[in-house]
T-cell receptor, first 112, second 111 residues
Framework: NAGVTQTPKFRILKIGQSMTLQCTQDMNHNYMYWYRQDPGMGLKLIYY???????DKGEVPNGYNVSRSTTEDFPLRLELAAPSQTSVYFC???????????FGQGTRLTVV | GENVEQHPSTLSVQEGDSAVIKCTYS??????FPWYKQELGKRPQLIID???NVGEKKDQRIAVTLNKTAKHFSLHITETQPEDSAVYFC??????????WGAGTKLIIKP
């Protein structure tokens, strides 16, 4: 049972480069989320999706884009990377309502 | 919108003692309050949760209490052990079913 899988685990980007963080889940969850976690800080919601074809902005969406073409996949796109985007990124998924959110193992991104 | 405050930011306790972490929330419509544990370099994982129709919930050494009138909830860990060392996050689910997170508490268990 894979759960939520993120790739890559680590990445170094140069300023201005772009990349896509991949996230896939095999639990048939409707809801998926992207968070960023800066060192010593809590989780900030970037984007979320309540189902295939539906995405919404979270607290800190600037500089990012997402798509949700299938229930399983929720990639996060970084355009024109900036040092302020250096962070650990977590993808998560859940069923609707008062249920547990399952997290991926995280992607540690450094922009230099 | 919902806002969650968590205290303290760091908590150091002697092994075997109890630890209490407190959170307050602002939206009286919030009805679900989970606690997640994040070990160093790992992903957050749910350890316990409580719904608004319950005042207290226990699971072995951990318990959560909820006071809806005062809009605060707390995590209690008894008989702390070295493996309890981690960052603990509280959260409240808003009316859009989105989790609003506290800033986290780093729990240090001293031997």
């Amino acid at each position: 049972n894979a759960g939520v899988t993120q790739t890559p685990k680590f990445r170094i980007l140069k300023i201005g480069q772009s990349m896509t963080l991949q996230c896939t889940q095999d639990m048939n969850h409707n809801y998926m989320y992207w968070y960023r976690q800066d060192p010593g800080m809590g989780l900030k919601l970037i984007y979320y999706s309540v189902g295939a074809g539906i995405t919404d902005k979270g607290e800190v969406p600037n500089g990012y884009n997402v798509s949700r073409s299938t229930t399983e996949d929720f990639p996060l796109r970084l355009e024109l990377a900036a040092p302020s985007q250096t962070s650990v990124y977590f993808c998560a998924s859940s069923f609707p309502g008062y249920t547990e959110a399952f997290f991926g193992q995280g992607t540690r991104l450094t922009v230099v | 919108g919902e806002n969650v405050e968590q205290h303290p930011s760091t908590l150091s306790v002697q092994e075997g003692d109890s630890a209490v972490i407190k959170c307050t929330y602002s939206d009286s419509a919030s009805n679900y309050f989970p606690w997640y544990k994040q070990e160093l370099g790992k992903r957050p994982q749910l350890i316990i949760d409580i719904r608004s129709n319950v005042g207290e919930k226990k699971d072995q050494r951990i318990a959560v209490t909820l006071n809806k009138t005062a809009k605060h909830f707390s995590l209690h860990i008894t008989e702390t052990q070295p493996e309890d060392s981690a960052v603990y996050f509280c959260a409240a689910m808003d009316s859009n079913y989105q989790l609003i997170w506290g800033a986290g508490t780093k729990l240090i268990i001293k031997p």
